[in-house]
């Protein structure tokens, strides 16, 4: 016999408790164009600029199409977990909604899913913060400096610690 969860929205509601000083009136400091940059910011990325350039040489501009449709792709269910969000409140994302409609193994592999993607994500940023300094001391290895100067400027970035290797 399979068992059914109810949920009641308002007795849940009512029976929240809010911790000290909560009760204050808080005020809305962000207006709406906020939020939507917020939003592009983080749907932009920097994960998209890393590979862009080099692919749409190589594809072109059929590419911006193919962003654009998988775009679209990705608006739709975003609205479709709103609708989803409204209808049925869950404390917890939306791997709860895959567990509870699906199964359990769905909800696992969701939740896992989304951690790893997050983990792939802090790669890419960390490469893409890493580039600059990469490129720089390639820049400083390879640098021509005034006559006279090379030896000494480059035995002081030794002595400080500025590249590891720099010779």
């Not at 199964?103 to 592999?109: D, L, S, Y």
Request: hydrophobic share 50%.
């Amino acid at each position: 016999m399979a068992s059914t969860i109810e949920y009641d929205a308002e007795r849940s509601v009512q029976n929240l408790e809010l911790p000290t000083g909560a009760d204050e009136d808080f005020d809305r400091g962000l207006k709406e164009r906020h939020i939507q940059m917020i939003a592009i910011g983080g749907a932009i990325g920097v994960g998209l600029f890393l590979g862009s350039a080099k692919a749409i040489q190589q594809a072109g501009p059929s590419l911006l199409l193919s962003y654009a449709v998988a775009g679209l792709v990705i608006f739709f269910i975003m609205r479709a977990l709103g609708e989803l969000l409204m209808y049925r409140p869950v404390a917890g994302s939306y791997a709860t909604y895959a567990d509870e409609f699906v199964g359990p193994w769905a909800g696992f592999t969701t939740a896992w899913t989304y951690w790893l993607m997050w983990v792939v994500i802090g790669m890419a940023e960390i490469t893409a913060a890493g580039k600059p300094i990469c490129d720089a001391e390639l820049r400083f290895k390879t640098m021509p400096f005034p006559h006279g100067l090379e030896a000494p400027m480059r035995e002081r970035a030794r002595q400080i610690g500025l590249f590891a290797d720099a010779v």
